[in-house]
């Protein structure tokens, strides 16, 4: 019969006599009653984390505070002190009304110091233990028979080569033979990265040259089997090429747009805590995860970044809060309280707790919430940037999805990076018609002779094509992410003898009656989007532009959904972080030259960057750019609709700080 020992009594002591004190194996009882047995090693490890209860022992300790809990779930890995941590964290938060960052300031110093103590005691007495890893547990897994067998099996294409990975992977996080190797160990446990452990042992795959182009071929060898012909070795090289290019121009864009986004979002200063009340909401689809006919995922859900807003459960007219795993929400319009809908607190550069969702609870005292999220949001896209070798993996490109009205006119190839023209679009009679600056240099096919095809397609740049006949008038989107169209060598070929007209427009317009449909149209290049490329489309998404916003008809939710999309294409970044980017780039109007923040009942519209630093206040804009020019413009004099910001210390002190402190 083992020892039964209370939580108590572990509380009563102080970690380090538990050393010598405990059992090797014992029963603990929990103050809610239940009593498990557990041993010294789990239990001391729990304990010194405990010191948080210990000084706030007025909570119920429960089994899910214990480490054996998490044991069950996962194996012991970076992020478990964090999820103890976090087990009891709220408990505390909560029996001692602990409800806003403010008043839990003291408790989250408290929480790193434990955290430190921990991590340097148990730094000397786990120095025992301590093991190591080498070339021979790489050599175990890279020769494991299951693991040569599915190298061998895999075919030199994308599809098999990003198979490959996943299922190396899978293996080694479920297979029993390998369960005492140090490596196996490290990737279960998530010290090290998954895509990098299975270019080890499995292959390196599709490398990208510096322009995001893939190889033609991929690596079919690993870093443990070593790369070894000319070819493997030279296109590796390029990832190292990549690295040195993009800790350069890229990541001073990148860093200029993140000051930029956060000079901007800057004016949303405050979080109130509690409900400003508004009745505005945001209709919001729940998206589930989206799935392609081989189970790839193309578009996860967006509900997990949903966690922390509010939602109006419309049964019972109450606002819940969303944690992410509401999985009945899933397709369903629901409607969210929203800083971009409007929040109607009376500051005109605060929102409330509500509206921005129970991420305001990790806002810091005195932090300014518009540069935190724009912070938030430029660290991530640098630090992408940054470590773009670290994130290196065999590129998967993006493909071709055709919606239901494109699979009217198009197929596509089991490639999926090639169009087809219908058989029954061309029996009805349809033209193509491309726009002029796709096709730069399709005259020089006539004029000139031996130009070769790829002469030809290396201008092309096709984004949108039309088929049209009478009155019918159809657009379609062809580009996939920065995979812009190009015509097939067939079409040249077929264009060449058939020729072409312009019409009106100066468009290409090309009769396809004569065309064979079984022949491609219009290719895709193998380009992968990488970072670089996220970090421009979301620079050209948030400055801006009048032409652009008023084209496309965007509106701020629609910009919102925009940017939300574009993101967390590739990352995941919460909703509210996003929300307040769009409402700082959000204006009252642009034709009166109001850039003030709209609250609930004000008109809405979506601002450009370069005005709204402008109309707003002038000591932003000296932090911004185009100074000489704001300087002399005699519109800068005329306050109209001119709001303070927390710059204008350094431009008028006087009168800042006076007015702050009500003088
Ligand atoms: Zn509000």
């Keep these: 019969m083992s020892h039964e020992i209370s939580v108590r009594e572990i509380l009563a002591e102080d970690t380090e006599n538990l050393w010598t004190k405990l059992p090797k194996t014992f029963l603990l009882k929990y103050d809610n009653g239940e009593v498990l047995e557990t041993n010294y090693k789990t239990t001391i490890f729990t304990s010194y984390y405990w010191d948080l209860i210990r000084e706030w022992p007025n909570i119920i300790v429960k089994p899910n505070h214990h480490l054996d809990f998490y044991f069950k779930k996962s194996p012991f890995g970076a992020h478990t002190h964090r999820v103890l941590i976090e087990s009891f964290y709220k408990d505390i938060a909560v029996s001692y009304g602990l409800d806003t960052p403010l008043k839990r300031d003291y408790l989250d110093k408290r929480v790193f110091e434990v955290n430190n103590n921990a991590y340097n005691k148990l730094s000397v007495h786990l120095y025992p233990y301590m093991t190591s890893i080498d070339i021979l547990d790489f050599i175990e897994v890279a020769d494991d028979p299951e693991i040569k067998e599915m190298i061998e099996k895999c075919e030199p294409d994308?599809?098999?080569v990003s198979q490959l990975s996943e299922n190396i992977v899978k293996f080694l996080y479920t297979t029993n033979k390998l369960s005492n190797n140090r490596l196996?160990?490290?990737?279960?446990?998530?010290?090290?990265?998954?895509?990098?452990?299975?270019?080890?042992?499995g292959v390196r795959g599709y490398p990208t040259d510096v322009d995001s182009m893939l190889f033609k071929y991929p690596i079919m060898s690993g870093y443990v089997n070593g790369?070894?012909?000319?070819?493997?070795?030279?296109?590796?090289?390029?990832?190292?090429?990549?690295?040195?290019?993009?800790?350069?121009?890229?990541?001073?864009?990148s860093e200029y747009l993140s000051r930029r986004i956060q000079l901007m979002a800057m004016s949303v200063e405050r979080m109130h805590y509690g409900d400003c009340g508004s009745n505005k909401y945001m209709d919001c689809l729940v998206?589930?995860?989206e799935y392609d006919e081989f189970n790839n995922l193309i578009k996860k859900s967006n509900l997990p970044l949903m966690a922390g807003k509010y939602y109006l459960d419309e049964e019972t007219n109450?606002?819940?809060?969303?944690?992410?795993?509401?999985?009945h929400l899933l397709n369903k319009w629901i409607?969210?309280?929203?800083?971009?809908a409007g929040c109607d607190h009376p500051d005109p550069h605060g929102v409330c707790s509500v509206c921005f969702g129970e991420l305001s609870q990790n806002i810091q005292p005195g932090a300014n919430v518009g540069h935190l999220c724009g912070s938030v949001l430029g660290q991530i896209i640098s630090q992408l940037i940054l470590s773009v070798k670290h994130h290196e993996k065999s590129a998967d490109i993006s493909y071709i999805k055709l919606n239901p009205r494109m699979n009217k006119f198009f197929y596509i190839d089991s490639a999926r990076d090639k169009y087809y023209i219908q058989k029954e679009t061309i029996d009805k009679g349809y033209y193509v018609e491309v726009p002029r600056d796709s096709l730069l240099n399709l005259n020089d096919v006539l004029n000139v002779k031996n130009l070769s095809y790829d002469d030809i397609s290396r201008t092309a740049h096709i984004d949108d094509i039309a088929l049209f006949k009478d009155s019918e008038y159809e657009i379609f989107h062809l580009r996939v992410e920065n995979r812009y169209g190009i015509l097939s060598k067939e079409f040249?070929?077929?264009?060449k003898q058939k020729e072409w007209l312009m019409n009106k427009k100066s468009n290409y317009v090309f009769d396809i009656s004569d065309w064979d449909y079984r022949k491609p149209f219009i290719v895709l290049p193998k380009k992968h989007y990488n970072n670089n490329d996220l970090s421009k489309d979301i620079e050209a998404l948030i400055q801006g532009s009048k032409t652009d916003n008023k084209k496309k008809n965007r509106t701020p939710k629609a910009a919102f959904w925009e940017l939300f999309d574009l993101v967390n294409s590739r990352l995941d970044v919460n909703f509210a972080i996003i929300e307040t980017i769009i409402y700082s780039s959000m204006v009252i109007s642009n034709e009166n030259y109001d850039a003030r923040l709209p609250k609930a009942n004000d008109p809405k519209e979506l601002g450009v960057l370069k005005d709204i630093m402008a109309r707003r206040s002038l000591s932003g804009q000296l932090a911004y750019q185009y100074v000489t020019k704001e300087l002399t413009n005699p519109e800068s004099f005329f306050p109209l609709f001119r709001e303070n910001y927390v710059m204008d210390v350094y431009i008028n002190p006087k009168e800042t700080i006076n007015k702050y402190y009500g003088i």
């Design 287 to 289: 998206t589930a995860n």
């Design 158 to 160: 994308q599809l098999s």
């Design 227 to 253: 790369l070894n012909t000319l070819y493997d070795s030279m296109t590796e090289s390029r990832s190292a090429s990549k690295s040195l290019l993009f800790s350069t121009a890229p990541l001073q864009f």
């Design 184 to 201: 196996v160990k490290a990737t279960r446990a998530k010290i090290v990265k998954d895509n990098q452990v299975s270019q080890c042992v």
């Design 318 to 327: 109450t606002l819940k809060v969303i944690t992410g795993k509401e999985t």
């Design 335 to 340: 409607k969210v309280r929203s800083i971009v």
């Design 492 to 495: 040249i070929e077929y264009i």
